[in-house]
């Protein structure tokens, strides 16, 4: 019986250093992989850093109130502004009873979303600047710009800090320091970059991202989508505001690139689509965004994406990472 009890602590043992020597290696190859990568640089010393404003805006309706689905069925659901307690950063973007849901708080300008106060702080923002509550009950709280909405023309902003968003009140105005637009990178080909914040590259450049030995960027992210189910949003002469939208209607599509699993926040690689001058189809060009609003009923319309950078020669390699989101990248 001892005999037999040694054998298979012997064999436990035997397995356990097995195991630790298969992380190990594993550790060792993500080492040396991220050790192969040159870190981004681009032109910081030139970026203006300054303050632009906004205010928890209202939900709205249309009367009456019903949006009719792809398959012409009519549905009644929450939608765009307000303050969304619980789908936030890093929670789904597709299974909930919403359309075109914006994550934790919606920002508006006072002026109207048509007036160039409105477009300064959409385009001025960047994902991953600095937010501060400057009126109500959460004076001082301090979040990050998480996604802009095109058309709507919000910006949404979401807190590390528990309980900041049961303090806040519609009406309520934040202070951003917006800082990245005007960002150019410095020691890579054919990538622009754009809506992104240095806050953010620090992030991104922590998780893995890098120049490879070939010259392109290596970024993660926790998806790939193919470029014909884009919809809305498509055929703007721009990228430096709001998003452009995944279509979900194939169900095929849908689970061959598992965009069910789709998250508030997931950083996402757009496969022959090009963001360089407006949003258009290019095969072998790629396109990295982040999702910023969820799906969507309507024909054409699904969660949003928001451009941080883009190749039209497809200077880019995106590697599957689950951890792709800013809830691991901003809010650790």
Do not use: W
């Not at 002026?111 to 409105?118: I, L, M, P, T």
């Not at 789709?262 to 996402?268: E, K, M, N, S």
């Not at 190749?311 to 901003?330: F, H, R």
């Amino acid at each position: 019986m001892c005999i037999k009890k040694v054998n298979q602590n012997s064999k436990i043992v035997r397995l356990t250093i097995i195991l630790l020597l298969i992380f190990a290696c594993k550790q060792a190859n993500l080492t040396a992989q991220h050790s192969a990568l040159t870190p981004v640089e681009f032109n910081s010393p030139q970026l203006v850093r300054m303050a632009v404003m906004g205010h928890i805006g209202e939900p709205s309706m249309n009367y009456p109130p019903y949006r009719i689905g792809a398959d012409g069925s009519p549905e009644v659901l929450p939608g765009t502004g307000s303050i969304t307690y619980n789908f936030r950063t890093g929670d789904t973007a597709v299974n909930l009873a919403g359309d075109h849901v914006e994550p934790a708080v919606t920002l508006v300008h006072p002026n109207g979303r048509a007036s160039a106060e409105s477009r300064g702080l959409n385009v001025l923002s960047c994902i991953g600047n600095e937010a501060v509550v400057i009126t109500g009950n959460a004076v001082g709280s301090r979040g990050y710009v998480i996604g802009k909405h095109g058309g709507a023309e919000h910006v949404m902003v979401d807190f590390a800090e528990e309980g900041v968003l049961e303090r806040l009140n519609l009406g309520d105005r934040m202070h951003i320091y917006a800082y990245g637009t005007g960002m150019k990178l410095t020691n890579i080909e054919g990538v622009k970059a754009m809506n992104v914040s240095p806050k953010l590259m620090e992030a991104l450049t922590e998780a893995g991202m890098g120049i490879t030995r070939e010259g392109k960027l290596h970024i993660g992210v926790a998806v790939k989508v193919p470029a014909k189910i884009m919809g809305s949003g498509l055929g703007q002469n721009h990228s430096y505001s709001g998003d452009y939208d995944i279509q979900l209607f194939d169900e095929q599509v849908v689970e061959e690139y598992n965009l069910n699993s789709l998250r508030f926040g997931d950083i996402v690689a757009i496969i022959d689509a090009d963001s360089s001058f407006g949003r258009i189809f290019k095969t072998g060009a790629v396109t990295i965004g982040v999702i910023t609003h969820s799906g969507s009923i309507i024909a054409g319309h699904g969660p949003g994406v928001t451009t941080l950078f883009t190749s039209t020669t497809g200077n880019i390699e995106p590697v599957i990472d689950s951890n792709a989101n800013l809830k691991n990248l901003l809010f650790k």
